[in-house]
């Protein structure tokens, strides 16, 4: 049964997501995916009192709880009156050096339950265990981290309960911290930013900025099909009540994200608060990282099997990919003309909200790169062999439709971790983080066909062109209406 929303309660706070626009007095854009949020009289006068003030009237808390859902604002909870009961549980095989920083930095302010998933040398997780004042809990043979996971929750009877990866490294205080979300009853589960612990190789210093726990610092509520999908439960803080059956034991990769849709899809709000950090130790070397994408690759389609048209590996929209695919084509013309096309399908569409269409082409503009970055990530997972290999023999009767065709496919190669590294910065050189970054994506890509093929399902493999039709404005005063990405 899905739960019911409710307002959000009195005392939280809200504060609007760097990129929502306040248009006038009563329009908001925003949010993820993008939307026009028309309010009521009595929603301005809500609006107004929650950007200086906490919920404090249930028209705050519902409008509130409307924001922070579209991820149109987020929520800022009051300070926690006691400490938090959460028990943490903590699924490990071998890995005792691990193990022991993990329940070391961890401390003994909280209870915790170690779940040994038959480990080859079960006394030395036992003896940490002792030393360190956990509960063990011990598996005769290895079912996988949500087996181990369920086997634990067994033992919990506290309202809260903190999973934890054994190779993280990190002290209570992610825990109290995001401990407060819960004043919230709707919430199921915050999580906190897992960044990674690194050596100064060029391993460590690719995944500084790529490590594939790291979902970034950008705050979001947590719901398939937006900015922020999923988030892993490395480090993740959990309502008993809302985990229901527990993990799905059948799944050994991807068991993290199933959980968290099927808590979504059943009414909870989870949470991504980047503010509390943990620490989690990452490979020092290259074939470890890209094995575990390609384990990571291959729950793609067992997702898809479960939860329908929420994998898809690329959504892209219909004014932009087709100004995408004629540069790509070598017809700049056509391009403007797709460009100019969707151009004018956000301007009707904002005209119709009485909303001035300023500054429309700069975001439209952002689109359409966003949108070539992602066939060119596309491209780089599922296509890469191949598309190299038209690189060097490109065919063509004309010399210049052949350097045409060469430039345009080594952009959709070149753009992406071009983009990756201006945008992150890391310390690592252009040329060996695009060499890493080609072999991370086409790794991962391979290990989604290799799921496909497993499961006999394309969906995983097949991008989405989202047909979305223009919305009439909305004739309830306080309607929203999602509105062309731009």
């Known amino acids: 049964m899905k739960r019911e929303t409710v307002a959000l309660p009195a005392g939280f706070r809200i504060e609007l997501d760097p990129e ?29 009192d929650l950007r200086h003030r906490p919920v404090i009237s249930p028209d705050s808390g519902r409008l509130a709880r409307r924001l922070t859902d579209t991820g149109l604002a987020h929520p800022r909870p009051p300070a926690a009156q006691q400490p938090p009961a959460v028990t943490v549980v903590i699924p490990v095989r071998d890995r005792a050096r691990v193990l022991e920083r993990c329940l070391a930095a961890l401390g003994d302010r909280y209870p915790v339950i170690v779940v040994d998933d038959g480990s080859h040398d079960p006394a030395a997780v036992a003896g940490l265990c002792q030393k360190q004042g956990a509960r063990l809990l ?10 181990a996971r369920n086997d634990g ?14 190779d993280c490294v990190a002290r209570d205080a ?41 979902m970034g610092a950008h705050e979001a509520r947590v719901l398939p099909l937006t900015r922020q999908s999923f988030v892993p439960t490395a480090a993740l803080l959990v309502r008993r009540e809302a985990i229901a059956a527990g993990f799905d034991a059948g799944l050994r990769y991807g068991e993290d994200v199933d959980l968290i849709w099927r808590m979504t899809r059943a009414g909870w709000r989870v949470r991504y608060d980047p503010s509390a950090e943990v620490r989690h130790v990452e490979p020092e ?54 460009y100019g096309a969707a151009v004018g399908q956000l301007i009707h569409l904002l005209r119709g909200w009485n909303v ?10 952002v689109s359409v790169r966003e949108t070539w970055l992602g066939a ?82 394309a969906e995983p493999l097949l991008p989405r062109i989202a ?20």
């Open 20 to 48: 929502t626009q306040v248009v006038g007095s009563d329009v908001l854009f925003g949010g993820s995916p993008p939307r026009l949020l028309r309010l009521s009289a009595a929603g301005v006068r809500a609006f107004q």
């Open 138 to 147: 011990r598996r005769p043979a290895a079912g996988g981290p949500a087996a």
């Open 153 to 166: 929750l067994t033992l919990v009877s506290t309202p809260l309960v903190a999973f934890l990866d054994s």
């Open 174 to 214: 992610w825990i109290t911290h995001l401990a407060a979300h819960f004043a919230d009853p709707m919430v199921g589960a915050v999580a906190p930013r897992v960044r990674p612990e690194i050596t100064g190789n060029a391993v460590g210093r690719y995944l500084e900025a790529r490590a594939p726990a790291d």
């Open 285 to 338: 070397r290259w074939a470890p990282v890209l094995a575990r994408r390609f384990w990571y690759g291959t729950s793609a389609a067992p997702l898809a099997r479960r939860h329908p048209g929420m994998v898809p590996p690329l959504i892209v929209q219909a004014g932009p990919a087709a100004a995408v695919a004629s540069l790509l084509a070598g017809s700049p013309p056509a391009a403007l003309a797709a």
């Open 356 to 365: 001035p269409p300023r500054g429309v082409m700069r975001p439209m503009a």
């Open 376 to 457: 060119g990530q596309w491209t780089i997972q599922f296509a890469l062999p191949l598309v190299a290999a038209v690189i060097a023999r490109p065919g063509g009767r004309s010399r210049q439709a052949r350097v045409v065709r060469r430039l345009a496919l080594a952009s959709l190669l070149a753009g992406p971790p071009a983009a990756a590294w201006l945008r992150g910065r890391p310390r690592l050189d252009p040329v060996r983080f695009a060499l890493g970054y080609l072999a991370d994506e086409m790794i991962y890509g391979t290990g989604v066909y290799a799921g496909a093929a497993a499961e006999r399902l």
């Open 467 to 486: 047909w979305r039709p223009l919305p009439k404005p909305g004739l309830n005063p306080g309607s929203a209406s999602r509105a062309p990405d731009a």
